[in-house]
């Protein structure tokens, strides 16, 4: 997946990680998956960003799908349709955002 980075090499911690996407302009808040949990087909007419914490899932941005875990970042342009399917038996446990409207 293209839209697919590594956050965990470049932060060590999640306050670290949530100052760096403020720094981008995004406002960030946690939100939990049940297992299982399937979070079909959206559209936001912001840029998103999705910061895995723990747990793992499906995820599809556009035509691109891969598997998604802890450490992985995906980022979200505006008007593009994405998908998360939750694939652990534990939560998934993820920090993520909308860029502010400037």
Known sequence: MKSKTRWLE?????????????????????????????????????????CVLSGTAEAKVADEEGTVEKGDRIDVPANTLHSLTVTSDEPLVILTGMRKSK
Do not use: C, N
């Open 10 to 50: 470049e932060y060590d911690d999640v306050d670290a990680l949530k100052a760096q996407l403020q720094a981008e302009g995004f406002d960030p808040y946690q939100w939990s998956g049940r297992p299982g949990g399937a979070y079909l087909d959206y559209i936001h007419t912001q840029d998103e960003v999705v």
